[in-house]
């Protein structure tokens, strides 16, 4: 693969689906019928149910979807925060149907044990679409975020070819067991650093996604591990947690470590290589603007194919480019 302006575009904006899938639904069990009720001038209730708004990525996955829906007349958007607890996301789109909303995006905690509450929606015929993690099965009408497995590799071949070319033992903190994009980048980076056999995973622990795990993690794993070269994190507040547990032991110095989410933010994760902290960064976008685009073509415009699938395409971000990274993504200063 070539690179420019050492970033690389794994995937653009496209969609995996050849065809679209209908978003008309007999409405069975008292459900809505979304084609039915869909046009211009009306007023539409869109339940968000985010996964854990404790998380950075979250908070501004909430803002895009916001901003974007302030944009379409009629658009009213409710968001509920799991706190990172399935039961409590299964209740909270059970909340949101008795409310009668009129399309469901979801993040889910887990794949698994959203996948009933997801298909619920779904069978009742309102439209669903699943944003950033995945559920088990295809009872939804779209899934959009990016590739995980391709953003795993292209951190594992930036490893193998460019942070340590001449080899090393690498701990990987890991998100939240359950969530699809932990497998799938834990995937991935094993087949990114697959080409250079002297690179070694020496330890794999989840903090979760989050920063003060990521600190305590990286803490207890510096006593096993003595001698770590570098740390693969699944998301940026978690290589900072691990950066700052380095830097108390004294070892931020012999120590690499990249991330993944690239938030435009001054607490995101291309500031973080901006100024040193991490190596490199690679950009998970929200999804939000692409769901309230969906959204809008299926409320309002009354699309009745959409595209099933679609990924978000990413950036590798090193020093090099992360002043212009940011700029170009609209960083707030």
Not at 33 to 46: N, P, R, T, V
Not at 269 to 287: D, S
Request: aromatic content about 6%; charged content about 25%.
């Amino acid at each position: 693969m070539r690179y420019t302006r050492r970033a690389i575009t794994i995937l653009t904006l496209t969609t995996l689906a050849l065809t679209g899938c209908s978003v008309e639904k007999d409405g069975g069990d008292g459900g809505t019928d979304a084609s039915a009720q869909c046009g211009s001038g009306k007023e539409f209730l869109i339940g968000m149910s985010q996964a854990n708004n404790a998380e950075p990525y979250r908070q501004v996955m909430n803002d895009d979807v916001s901003t974007a829906a302030k944009a379409v007349s009629g658009f009213k958007v409710v968001v509920s925060d799991a706190a990172q607890d399935n039961s409590k996301q299964v209740a909270d789109v059970e909340n949101f149907l008795s409310q009668g909303i009129n399309l469901l995006i979801i993040s889910p905690n887990e794949a698994k044990p959203l996948t009933a509450v997801v298909k619920k929606a779904y069978d009742k015929g309102i439209p669903v679409i699943v944003l950033d993690r995945k559920v088990e099965g295809d009872a939804y009408t779209a899934f959009i975020g990016g590739d995980n497995v391709a953003i795993g590799k292209a951190a594992g071949e930036y490893y193998a070819k460019t942070l340590l070319p001449q080899g090393g033992k690498v701990v990987e903190i890991s998100g939240l067991p359950g969530s699809t994009p932990a497998a799938e980048r834990a995937q991935g980076f094993r087949e990114g650093i697959a080409s250079n056999p002297k690179i070694e995973i020496v330890a794999t622990q989840t903090a979760e996604w989050l920063r003060e795990k990521g600190q305590s993690v990286m803490d207890a794993m510096l006593k096993a591990q003595p001698d770590i070269d570098a740390v693969y994190a699944h998301n940026d507040p978690m290589a900072e947690g691990a950066y700052l547990a380095a830097k108390a032991a004294g070892k931020e110095s012999a120590i690499k470590f990249t991330g993944i989410d690239a938030l435009p933010v001054p607490s995101g994760g291309i500031k973080a290589v901006e100024q040193g902290r991490l190596q490199a960064t690679f950009q998970y976008a929200t999804g939000g603007r692409e769901a309230i685009d969906l959204a809008k073509k299926i409320l309002v415009d009354c699309s009745k194919d959409v595209p099933k699938s679609t990924t978000l395409g990413t950036t590798q971000i090193t020093k090099d480019n992360a002043a212009q990274v940011y700029t170009e993504l609209g960083g707030k200063q």
